[in-house]
């Protein structure tokens, strides 16, 4: 493994914000670690950089335990969420500073940052100002500074956090095909889902400190670990119910479940495309709440006549009204048991 | 690395930075001032203490420390009530000329105060400006001095409070305003409370100028006013009385622990908790009558109160000889010196440079041990220690300097670094204040990105924060360099007489009879606000608002 930590603890006062966390990040791997502020993923990156020391565990790398070894000794490239470009160097003095840090020739830097500003898509822009660029140039400028020293392990906190929607889904498909090519190993924190979803191999999801599920984007969107997972990824109709033989007990009443779900009393999650709109007097009878224009369906809010609220997904053409009365039948396809206890 | 053994890293590197400065005002400071406290209340090796009641019961030290509170207490209001329209009006309006009018009310605190004395005893003395105009004679009044401390001190308020209304946010008025609140109500209720803490830092600073004052009042108090500090430059020098002299220090010595711990408090305060934004954004031209009206009034303060005097010395300096008094300055008169006094101008450029790079490195040592973000309390103390030289009796430390500097390893009385070691001691914290703000506001991520990409933490200082604060530094040179230049409280014991300084020079040419010494005086202050003058404009060149408190 490149990258391995192992039991790695920190405490600010006496909150742990990272509590005993193990994580394996492999050659050539990207992992993406999403977590709500707060959850302790920033305070991971900078733990592993060298700028957080732990209160215990250890951090390795390449197998070799990196207690002791400061941050400007360990061969990781941090890529900070603000992007913290030295303002008083240009373009080119900024991603030529980890190359003058590592006693590289002047032929050898301009080379580098021409090549790598090439790679950014950002070519002749060394003798600019960065107060003179645009968030996205930041950000381009910000990766190619991080990327010039070629580090084992390139690590980015919230990379395209700042970036309007359009930009930041057309940078995410550039830096996954970027990072492909050039072989980096990537560990990246994120707030937003889709971000990672789109850049990992592997995603890590985080609560509180700890590890809640890891897997690749396809395992943790099909199969959240838990219900706070399937709430983080923004799935609602998440209830207690008790399984048994194909069929589960829920407070929308009985719903189907896939055969080979564990029984017992569980967490119940149905994707909003698991909930089918049926005429009023069949299934269960629900009143329509409000709707919300979600683009490529709509998302209806149902208030049943007993029950918690359910999410729908429905074709723009068949939604109903708000206020329109409804019956909901479920899919057994789109329903999950999920591990793990149950959310408030 | 686990955080003990990081903390224990933080510590051992403050500890060496700290090391230098900590030993400079051991050796340089306490160690003198304590030695001449001694001196005058240790008798056969016991203090006593009993003097303090002896002194403070004589009459004229009552009638001393009355007067040194009350003329700093009027002084401070007196400036306040003149500079606040001042730092109002350059925080918040543009206007042509905003940038020499900002260098303009500047000149007069760097300026020494020998020179502030000569140019009001030219504007108001006996022979003055206004004597000749109208006949009206003020330097037997309490009134020089407190105009004088006016001029001072302008530059204080305007710059402590108009730095911080320029930043901010008028967003916040605004606010105040659509939720109903007049426009004198939306001031009063959110810009006013924001503005306190900046306005009790300046007054606090003010009136610990102004109650330590010495050269102002030495020259323009006559025999009638005394300041505590002008009190103990009589009894140690004069009257050779030097328990009085000790009690009255430690007199001062506690007022002033006293102010600097409310300013400290004050400042901690103003630090925090306020939303700030560019300067640049704030100011707007001035809008109908009445606020061209405050500018034309704050210009005509400024020419009137500031440009004045200092073009009637300029004016003296000429007056009936043309460049005679100039001349007479580069020949012997074997009275008053025993080199023609222009030879003080050598002496003090180099005085001064030496004291810069002292109090520079000094200085500089310590802000950086003080912008560590572990620092405890502890350190915070160790940053209200820097201020005492400030305040605490300049005289005390000229002659302390005499007595305990005087034996091996520490012979240091024929030395010429003797004068540099003392101006450094007032230099230091004008370079602390200077350049801790912009220390303190270097990103510490800007560090860890440079840590990252493998610079070492000197390395990362080097190429991070040297950068941003290179600026800083040289204003904090200019400053202590313009300080150095002008002390005079501690110069005028230790200067030796075949090397005076200017400011020494100027003192004792006005202490001698005649129109010929009078106009060598006014020549050789002239010549010292200019250099003054020269340095802080190449300062204002570089400044920004947001460098530094003063």
């Known amino acids: 493994m490149l990258l391995s930590l192992e039991g790695a603890t920190v405490r600010f006062g006496g909150r742990t914000v990272l509590d005993a966390v193990d994580l394996a990040v492999a050659e050539h791997e990207i992992v ?45 490239g941090l890529m900070f969420q603000d992007h913290q470009l030295f303002p008083q160097r240009d373009v080119g003095g900024n991603v030529s500073f980890g190359l003058r840090m590592h006693g590289a020739s002047r032929r050898e830097q301009s080379d580098r940052v ?5 790679l950014v898509g950002l070519p002749g822009a060394a003798g600019r100002a960065v107060a003179a660029l645009s968030g996205g140039e930041q950000q381009r400028v910000a990766l190619a500074r991080a990327l010039a020293p070629s580090p084992r392990l390139l690590m980015l906190d919230e990379p395209l956090g700042q970036l309007d929607r359009s930009l930041r889904e057309r940078l995410v498909v550039e830096l996954r095909d970027l990072f492909g090519r050039l072989g980096t190993t990537v560990l990246a924190v994120t707030h937003d889902q889709g971000e990672a979803f789109a850049l990992a191999d592997r995603v890590v999801v985080m609560r509180d400190g700890r590890i809640a599920q890891s897997g690749s984007p396809l395992e943790v969107w099909q199969r959240p670990a838990d219900a706070f997972v399937a709430r983080f990824l923004g799935f609602e109709n998440v209830v207690e119910a008790t399984v048994g033989d194909g069929v ?40 329509v709440a409000a709707r919300t224009f979600r683009g490529t369906h709509v998302a209806v809010h149902l208030q049943p006549d007993d029950g918690p609220r359910l999410e729908a997904a429905c074709a723009l053409r068949a939604a109903p009204d708000a206020g329109d009365r409804v019956g909901v039948a479920f899919e057994a396809a789109e329903i999950a048991v999920l591990g793990g206890g149950l959310a408030p | 690395m686990t955080r003990a053994a990081t903390a224990r890293r933080g510590s051992a590197a403050r500890l060496g930075l700290m090391a230098l400065p900590v030993a400079f005002f051991a050796v340089f400071f306490a160690y003198p001032v304590t030695a001449i406290v001694a001196r005058g209340l240790k008798t056969d090796g016991t203090w006593q203490l009993g003097r303090f009641a002896d002194v403070l019961a004589q009459p004229d030290v009552r009638q001393v420390l009355w007067f040194t509170t009350w003329q700093a207490l009027v002084s401070t209001a007196l400036t306040l009530l003149v500079a606040l329209p001042g730092a109002y009006v350059l925080a918040r309006f543009d206007f042509p000329g905003k940038q020499v009018l900002r260098a303009v009310v500047t000149v007069p605190f760097v300026l020494p105060t020998v020179v502030v004395g000569t ?8 022979g003055g400006l ?18 004088a401390h006016v001029f001072f001190n302008y530059a204080v308020v305007v710059r402590t409070v108009g730095g911080l209304w320029s930043q901010l946010d008028p967003r916040q008025e605004e606010a105040a305003r659509m939720l109903g609140a007049s426009r004198f109500t939306a001031w009063r209720t959110v810009t006013l409370p924001a503005l306190a803490p900046a306005v009790a830092a300046a007054a606090l600073m003010v009136f610990l100028f102004t109650f330590t004052s010495f050269g102002v009042v030495q020259i323009l108090g006559g025999p009638t006013f005394s300041t505590l500090e002008v009190e103990i430059y009589r009894q140690t020098s004069e009257i050779f009385d030097l328990s009085t002299a000790a009690v009255l220090t430690m007199i001062q010595f506690v007022a002033v622990g006293a102010i600097l711990a409310l300013h400290a408090w004050t400042v901690r305060r103003r630090e925090t908790a306020l939303r700030l934004v560019d300067a640049a954004v704030t100011a707007r031209r001035p809008r109908g009558a009445g606020q061209w009206a405050l500018l034309a009034g704050v210009v005509a303060t400024v020419a009137g109160l500031l440009l004045l005097p200092l073009a009637v010395l300029v004016q003296r300096s000429f007056a009936g000889a043309g460049l005679g008094h100039y001349r007479a300055l580069t020949q012997e008169d074997g009275g008053v010196f025993l080199v023609p006094p222009i030879e003080a101008v050598g002496n003090s450029l180099r005085y001064a440079l030496a004291a810069t790079a002292i109090a520079v490195l000094i200085g500089g040592l310590a802000s950086v041990a003080l912008t560590r973000r572990d620092a405890g309390r502890l350190v915070r103390g160790f940053d209200a220690l820097l201020m005492l030289p400030l305040g605490v009796s300049a005289v005390t430390v000229g002659f302390g300097f005499l007595i305990a500097l005087d034996e091996p390893p520490l012979d240091l009385r024929a030395s010429w670094i003797l004068v540099p070691l003392a101006q450094a001691l007032v230099g230091v914290p004008f370079v602390v204040r200077t350049m801790l703000p912009v220390l303190r506001a270097v990103d510490v991520r800007l560090r860890e990105a440079a840590a990252v990409l493998g610079a070492s933490p000197w390395r990362a200082w080097r190429e991070v924060d040297l950068p941003l604060v290179r600026r800083a530094l040289l204003i904090a040179a200019g400053f202590a360099f313009a300080v150095s230049l002008g002390e005079f409280g501690a110069t005028v014991f230790i200067a030796r007489p075949d090397n005076p300084t200017l400011p020494v020079a100027v003192a004792r040419l006005l202490g001698r009879p005649g129109d010929l010494n009078y106009g060598q005086a006014m020549a050789l202050s002239t010549i010292l606000m200019i250099v003054c003058a020269v340095a802080l404009l190449v300062l204002e060149r570089l400044r920004t608002d947001r460098t530094g408190e003063f």
């Open chain 1, 32 to 76: 993406c670690v999403l977590g709500p502020s707060g959850s302790g993923k920033s305070t991971l990156l900078r733990a592993v950089a060298g700028l957080q020391p732990l209160d215990s565990g250890r951090v390795r790398l390449d197998g070799r335990d990196q207690s002791g070894v400061p941050a400007h000794r360990r061969g990781v």
């Open chain 1, 114 to 118: 021409r090549e790598l500003l090439d």
């Open chain 1, 248 to 287: 589960a007990v829920t407070p929308w009443g009985k719903v189907p479940v896939p055969d080979d779900a564990p029984r017992g009393t569980r967490t119940l999650l149905v994707r909003p495309a698991g909930v089918r709109l049926v005429p009023a007097d069949e299934g269960l009878p629900c009143t």
């Open chain 2, 119 to 126: 140019a009001f005893m030219a504007l108001v003395g006996r």
């Open chain 2, 130 to 147: 206004l004597d000749e105009l109208w006949g009206v004679r003020l330097d037997t009044t309490v009134w020089a001095i407190l105009l």
